[in-house]
């Protein structure tokens, strides 16, 4: 009944190919380790979101400039001026700038991260890779923009007379690996949920207006300390503020008069307990997001 | 040492929940007049098989039957959530006409990320990134977005970037769905020297012609489930692709435009 000619199908044995690896699941499972592994395919997911985020703007890279400066220049006229807290505090602007570049750090990586699975969705539908690289690069990118931050901060800070320590050091790379740890974790966590409820993506933009005023930013931590005494306490165990007050000892401290006295009054005497306390909270935080990633994972592809 | 199998399909089941719903006011209302909120849909029902080493399959099966969501699986964009899909080594291809590209990206910068996701390093990339670009015969359009390509464009993009991973499985969604007659034959061609380098192949294709071409075994997807697996011929006369008069007609017409010069 047909009349189609039959295919000349090849018959000859095709060689045969051997392949050395073992059976196994196409999907990758090992979530962030994978991430690590593959830094090639992260390093350009990160060069890519660069260019990206400010592709067709004219003033491209410096918008990130721009955005935290006009914060500071905000804060600096209505905490500073108009409150007069720039009497009260030593170099009101570097502690505040302190506070700026940690907060705009985390509230980069917490927004940028929360949307980056569903802005990628092209490449999540169909290609295996482990989705956990996109809050990762955001967490990386939001990085990257904090280099030419903290070379401003030096440059000034070393104007006013200070001189890195090695404490001061040891702080700055805790305060970092605060913020690292604990936005990428909740990067993770936000940016699955955010596929199934966009609304995610609001709420992240309104935790990021509590994380604004829930560190010693525009006021000193000791107005903190005199208003709630004891409970205090309670204020050092926001990862982030102890971020912040890691900044200041790292910085601020150093410009002022007195570093010592200055240490002593402004800063809490067992910050250091805190960070601890903080890089430990940001590990578990860490570890429970790529739990929640994992187990969300599954249903991604097919919500986007 | 390892075995033989390329691909193993094991009681694999898939299940989409669709939604009637999605905000609050929607679902509220729903729940008072007791009406579903949600419902599932098997895409992949309970599919075992297993594919050799160097073999050739077609999937077929009518639109909506599974294919896209069982390579999906395959590749591992998707996981089952019942039973296994093992593979063994690299895997490229194509799902549903199109790799995954960035819009806003250059031809040249989604051939390098796209190389990266599918495992390719950056030398490997380099060497090989003239081969790419002449196959996909995007000219000065290399340098431009691809969310500004023709769909023709970007699919021959993708199969460009694909075909020249060193993989040892590759899986080929339609492919020739949207290329013109000339990089069709390219591609089929692309495609025999992969089957007879010994690379396991996977082809859904709803052109019988190219399938009885490329396949030595055909397995039929119906409604998610496995409705036929062996013989080429069988696998498409099962599926009645070569009897009526319409169909006859657009098999031949198929035909003679899959390459018969090839």
């Known amino acids: 009944m047909t009349d189609v000619t ?83 505090v030593e170099n009101f602007a570097i502690h505040m700038f302190c506070g700026i570049i940690i907060v ?43 280099v030419p931050q903290l070379v401003i901060m030096m440059i000034v ?37 955010n596929v199934f409820f966009r609304d995610v993506g609001n709420v992240a933009a309104i935790l990021t207006n509590f994380v604004r005023f829930g560190v010693p930013m525009i006021y000193p931590y000791t107005m903190v300390e005199d208003k709630f005494g004891q409970f205090a306490q309670f204020y050092l165990f926001n990862p982030i503020a102890d971020a912040v007050l890691l900044f200041q000892k790292a910085f601020w401290v150093g410009t002022t008069d007195h570093p010592a006295a200055t240490e002593a ?3 809490p005497a067992n910050l250091w307990a805190f960070s601890g306390l903080a890089v430990v909270v940001g590990v578990i935080l860490l570890v429970i997001g790529q739990m929640v990633f994992s187990r969300l994972e599954n249903k991604i592809p097919e919500r986007l | 040492m390892s075995g033989t199998e390329s691909i193993v399909v094991d009681h694999a089941t898939k299940t989409f929940t669709l939604r009637y719903h999605r905000t609050f006011k929607q679902m509220t209302v729903a729940a008072l007049r007791r009406q579903d909120i949600s419902d599932t849909f098997r895409a992949v029902d309970d599919v075992s098989f297993t594919i050799e080493q160097g073999e050739s399959v077609g999937l077929m099966g009518l639109n909506g039957s599974g294919k896209s969501t069982l390579l999906k699986l395959i590749n591992g964009v998707m996981r089952p959530e019942g039973g296994s899909v093992q593979t063994r080594g690299r895997i490229a291809g194509l799902i549903a006409t199109g790799a995954g590209f960035h819009p806003q990206l250059t031809g040249r910068e989604n051939i390098y990320l796209n190389a990266a996701v599918l495992g390719m390093s ?90 009885r071409r490329m396949c030595d075994r055909v397995i039929v997807l119906e409604q998610g489930k496995v409705g036929f697996d062996g013989d080429v011929i069988e696998g498409i006369k099962y599926l009645r692709y070569d009897s009526g008069d319409e169909t006859q007609e657009e098999l031949e017409t198929e035909d003679s435009d899959l390459g018969a010069d090839i």
């Open chain 1, 104 to 146: 705009h750090f985390f509230n980069e990586t917490f927004n940028a991260g929360t949307r980056s699975i569903v802005r990628n969705k092209a490449l999540v539908q169909k290609m295996a890779m482990p989705r956990e690289m996109f809050p990762v690069a955001s967490m990386l990118v939001s990085g990257y923009h904090v």
């Open chain 2, 122 to 211: 950056e030398a490997e990339t380099k060497r090989k990134f003239d081969d790419i670009a002449d196959f996909a015969e995007l000219g000065k359009f290399l340098d431009s977005p691809v969310g500004h390509y023709s769909s023709g464009m970007s699919s021959r993009l993708g199969f460009s970037v694909a075909i020249h991973v060193d993989s040892d499985i590759f899986l080929a969604d339609e492919v020739l769905a949207v290329g013109d007659k000339p990089f069709k034959q390219k591609c089929l061609q692309k495609m025999q020297e992969i089957r007879d380098g010994g690379r396991t192949l996977v082809y859904v294709s709803h052109a019988a012609g190219s399938v």
């Open chain 1, 6 to 88: 039959e295919p000349e199908v090849d018959t000859s044995p095709r060689p045969l190919r051997t392949v050395d690896a073992p059976l196994a699941s196409p999907a990758a499972t090992a979530g962030l380790l994978e991430v690590f592994r593959r830094r090639y395919l992260l390093r350009l997911l990160v060069r890519r979101e660069i260019s990206a985020r400010y592709q067709g703007s004219f003033l491209g890279l410096l918008w990130s400039y721009i955005n935290p400066l006009s914060q500071f220049f905000i804060y600096y006229v209505v905490m500073g001026v108009l409150f007069g807290l720039h009497k009260d």
């Open chain 1, 265 to 267: 009054a402004h800063l």
């Open chain 1, 157 to 193: 800070c070393v104007l006013l007379g200070w001189m890195p320590t090695l404490a001061g050091v040891v702080a700055l790379v805790t305060a970092l690996v605060i913020i690292a740890t604990v936005g990428t974790a909740m990067a993770l966590l936000f940016s699955a949920a």
